[in-house]
């Protein structure tokens, strides 16, 4: 039996060790963040957490393995470093996708569960991957600001070609407008209290978070002391008069709060069907009949 365990090859014992050892500290982890789960999801630092211990775990656990078989590695350290340059052209793309997601964390460019436009694809933040950028899609075939249930990866090397936008990093609110097109000879005085009211009732004075959350950027950037509460301005052309009526709106909440405002004006403008009268492109078609000879 002696003889048996001695003509076993080292490497064996070493591999079982290194696999006890990584299971060990993987479940270990996995057992400690879940008990934590409920007062980390109430604080809301359950993701990044989570994120932080798995990939702490996950480095250890690439560590001990270098340790424990380093002695296996010195031909192939050798042809590594002669490889180098190949290998770093080769894996470029991966390299910068690596670099982005250390920007992404330590650059606040965006972070889980922000709206943002990344390479052309408009969604909310749901992982952030080592390689990639994981978005809950809006948009495409969906009309307004909602989900159409598609998951798309985007590489983070995307962060140093193109333009990021980010619609909630410092300031979750957004400008949105609605139009109105009024026919000439209705009772303007009468549609701007209407828009005035409706705005009023639907959005009313603005959250102390937006004004909150706009003074801290006013202390982060240059920028002007804008207008927070809603603005309605008219303007007219050859065709009808036209209402604007501007507000700052959350940005999840930007269709629903569209909905009951244009709800809210229909029912009002009904009301006043001798005074004000909505407008509307129209078309007509004129047969041109030939000519009798």
Known sequence: MREFIDSIDPIYSQIAIFIIVALFLYLSAKRILNRFYPVLQEQ???????????????????????????????????????AGAGITFALREVIVS?????????GDFFKVGDRV?????????????ILRTTLMEIGDWVDGDQYNGRIVRVANSFIFTSPV???????QFVWDEIHIPIHFGSDNALVRKILDDVADEVIGEVST???????????RFQLEDATLEHQTFMAFDDNWVEFSL?????????RLIRDRLFTRLLEEIEKYPERIELASETF???????RKS
């Open 98 to 106: 690596f670099a982005g997601w250390f920007a992404i964390l330590f």
């Open 165 to 171: 936008y980010n619609y909630s990093a410092n300031f």
């Open 246 to 254: 501007r507000y700052v709106v959350d940005i999840k909440k930007r």
């Open 284 to 290: 007509e078609i004129v047969r041109d009949e030939p």
């Open 44 to 82: 809301e630092k359950w993701y990044f957490t989570k994120k932080i211990v798995m990939n702490t775990i996950y480095v250890v656990i690439f560590l001990i393995f270098v340790f424990t078989f380093s002695d296996r590695f010195e031909g192939f350290y050798t042809t590594l470093g002669l």
């Open 209 to 219: 978070q937006a004004k909150e959350a706009w003074y801290d950027m006013r202390k």
């Open 117 to 129: 436009l990344l390479g052309g694809i408009k969604g909310d933040v749901v992982d952030l991957g």
